[in-house]
């Protein structure tokens, strides 16, 4: 590049989030003053504009004001462009290589990077790509130190967000602590509960917004005294909901790092797979506890969908209604019968879906109506709320005995054996560091030493690995008699009940199958059984009753 008697300037300056924990000495201002005094001591040299990028990433050339400085140098606006050094210009040595040697002289537009001593129209730049390899492996290696501690915060069980997942806020003694906010909470206690009634998304959204309630980054900075960021309409919608609904910070757990960079040359976010989320437990008072949790997400499981009946009502069994022979899921229909006097008498049913969809091909009808289908359930739940009433400890055996037999008994079995396993293990650990004190003391030869330690050591590892097989199978058996409690205690809820709905359904009932059709003294009736919440698919005589309405 031939050299020019005069310059048309312009003045780069960068500053990046992490060169913020540098101090003073690379901040935007101190660049700025250093190289205006620079150009205005050089004879011939016209200051024509200063570019600044505030907290941009050197690895990204993206950057709003650098793309304007380089339209000027395109433009022959400015034929000179001057930085402090060269990683504020940027730290890809790949990017700064293609600017420096190719861009620039192409356009005749000379480059200096002042504390580097690097001026393209010199021929001694041959530190140019050292100091570019240099900076970017400083951007490689801060990128790595930055995602190692977000990791160790993360792995702690601190929280990382920027905003505190809507029903918190941030603990003001400790930014990384999440405290309940008595203000929105109430609003997820609401959102979890409709849900656990069948509520479905769209209507608890609708909900919430006629009752001018502000969704989570709007009631953000409505807090915060400040006019919203968020390009939306302001309002819940499905996808807001169900994307609270999904946060496990509401039963006290925090997990994290679910996306990162693709590189630190590439800022843009990806999701990571499941495996490599950081989940901490118990990081914070929950909002909600783990059988609202549980419940909302049961229904959610079954892709509960309330349709409407012809009155405009919600049909409380959908997502909840199986064929007892194939599975399908019942479908809800309007029956209609004709009157003596004309008129048609509509009547509420159910029908295989299988049937519905493809004949009697796929499946019989397994018609009934929602009257009778009512009646056998809600007489269900009261005979087994009786039960309870009159012999809650007989029941519980009885759940549990149906669950497995044998669990008692085992359970008693793998207590014991648990026990004599921790003793061995005990006794294997003071065998193996008398040994090596024998060892030290020279009292055993190193051959003898060395084959029982090995004999011991293996004896160890195996007596360890089943203890951790006897408390995962004894954690599986109080779990048979936790759940069976819970159910009892949701029965004593209900003992009273007198009318079903949406909400005792759910919070009661996993399913419902209709049997087969058949014919009985002229009468058409169906099977009907109910399976409950935390029994599984167990059958208890005199619990799980079997019922036979006539349609």
């Known amino acids: 590049m031939i050299l020019q008697k005069s310059y048309n300037v312009g003045i780069y300056a960068r500053l990046s989030k992490d060169d913020e924990k540098n101090g003073e000495s690379v901040s935007i201002e101190n660049q700025k003053l250093l190289l205006t005094k620079y150009v205005a001591e050089q004879p011939s040299w016209i200051l024509h504009d200063v570019y600044a990028d505030d907290g941009w990433s050197g690895t990204n050339f993206d950057r709003p004001e650098f793309k304007r400085m380089l339209g000027d140098a395109k433009d022959g606006a400015i034929n000179l462009i001057l930085v402090k050094d060269l990683s504020r210009f940027g730290r890809n040595y790949i990017e700064v290589g293609q600017f420096t040697e190719c861009i620039f002289p192409a356009i005749g537009c000379r480059f200096i990077a002042l504390h580097n001593n690097v001026d393209t129209i010199r021929s001694d730049n041959d530190m140019l790509p050292f100091l570019s390899v240099l900076n970017e492996f400083h951007s490689r290696d801060t990128s790595k130190k930055v995602r190692s501690v977000i ?57 919430l917004n006629d009752d001018k309630i502000l969704p989570p980054r709007e009631s953000y900075y409505s807090d915060a005294g400040e006019k919203s960021k968020n390009c939306g309409n302001g309002l819940w919608s499905s996808a807001s ?4 609904m999904r946060n496990e910070a509401y039963i006290g757990h925090m997990v994290q790092c679910k996306t990162g960079t693709i590189s630190f040359k590439n800022r843009k976010l990806v999701d990571k797979p499941e495996d490599e989320w950081i989940r901490v437990d118990n990081t914070h008072e929950p909002i909600i506890d783990q059988e609202v949790w549980d419940r909302a997400h049961e229904i959610n499981a079954k892709r509960h969908r309330p349709k409407k009946t012809a009155n405009g009502e919600s049909n409380m069994y959908v997502g909840l209604l199986k064929c007892a022979d194939c599975g399908f899921p019942m479908r809800f229909q309007m029956h209609r019968d004709r009157r003596k006097d004309g008129s048609w008498n509509m009547k509420p049913t159910f029908m295989c879906g299988n049937y519905s969809r493809s004949g009697k091909n796929a499946c019989t009808a397994h018609v009934i109506q929602e009257s009778a289908l009512t009646g056998a359930v809600l007489a269900d739940i009261q005979s087994k709320a009786e039960l309870v009433s009159m012999n809650e400890p007989h029941i519980l055996g009885e759940i549990t005995r149906l669950k497995n037999t044998t669990r008692s008994s085992q359970l008693t079995s793998f207590k014991q054996e648990l026990k004599n396993l921790t003793a061995r293990i005990t006794e294997l650990e003071k065998i193996i560091q008398n040994l090596y004190e024998d060892r030290v003391k020279g009292a055993i030869p190193e051959t003898v030493f060395t084959s029982l330690i090995e004999k011991y050591e293996q004896e160890r590892l195996t007596k360890s690995g089943g203890i951790e097989t006897l408390q995962t199978k004894i954690a599986a058996i109080e779990k048979d008699w936790n759940d069976a409690a819970r159910w009892t205690g949701l029965m004593k809820k209900h003992m009273n009940i007198e009318m079903l709905d949406t909400a005792a359904l759910f919070e009661l009932i996993d399913r419902i199958e209709v049997g087969t059709a058949k014919v009985i003294d002229k009468k058409r009736v169906l099977d009907i059984n109910v399976y409950y919440r935390f029994l599984e698919n167990i059958n208890l005589n005199g619990l799980e009753v079997r019922y036979e309405y006539a349609n």
């Open 241 to 244: 909901v169900m994307i609270l």
């Open 151 to 207: 990791k160790a915060r993360a792995e702690a069980g601190k929280f990382m967000g920027t905003y505190a997942p809507y029903g918190f806020k941030k603990d003001p003694d400790d930014k990384h602590r999440l405290i309940i906010d008595e203000k929105t909470a109430p609003v997820v206690r609401r959102i979890f509960s409709m849900r656990c009634e069948g509520t479905g998304y769209h209507t608890i959204a609708s909900a």
